[in-house]
């Protein structure tokens, strides 16, 4: 038996992209699978860990809840799109490694993502904004508290590099 395919038009970190899915595949897995962006990575598939967090038309959204097909016409941005303009690391990938915001990195990508948008939001956070900021995101390995510093460092980052 085959499956109908429904084409499927997506902006994937500013790049048009049409690609041509199942009605029932995840957005993580286009993404992956489809697209090749491996940075979006697979934790619990249930939508607790966080792992799978990308930006949709802006927002943070967990891409294991979410069939490709209902984004048809988004935004999304990965923690590939994260990156600087000149494609260096980005303010919050440069406050991880300052910061050692990581250890093994497999949540990386899902904070990476959750905590550009937050800054977008929130240019000056205090300690606490940036826990709750986080909360939804699970680290098995780091004790949180360099993910936490990293936080407003990346938003003294994001100060230093806008006009």
């Not at 994937?12 to 009605?23: D, E, I, K």
């Not at 993580?28 to 930006?55: F, P, Q, S, Y």
């Not at 590939?80 to 440069?94: I, K, N, S, T, Y």
Request: with cysteine; hydrophobic share 35%.
């Amino acid at each position: 038996m085959t499956e109908t395919l429904h084409e499927t038009r997506l902006v994937v970190n500013g790049v048009p992209r049409t690609v041509r899915v199942p009605a029932r595949r995840l957005l993580a897995d286009c993404l992956r699978v489809d697209l090749g962006l491996t940075g979006t990575h697979l934790g619990c598939e249930h939508g607790v860990c966080g792992a799978c967090t990308v930006l949709v038309d802006g927002q943070p959204m967990r891409s294991c809840l979410m069939f490709a097909v209902s984004a048809d016409g988004a935004e999304i941005t990965t923690t590939e799109g994260c990156r600087a303009p000149d494609g260096g690391l980005g303010p919050v990938q440069q406050a991880f490694q300052e910061c050692h915001g990581l250890q093994c990195g497999f949540c990386t990508p899902g904070f990476i993502t959750t905590i550009t948008a937050y800054l977008r939001d929130n240019p000056a956070p205090s300690e606490a904004e940036a826990r709750e900021a986080i909360g939804g995101n699970l680290c098995r390995c780091t004790g949180y508290q360099n993910i936490v510093k990293s936080v407003p460092r990346a938003a003294e980052i994001q100060g230093e590099v806008v006009p």
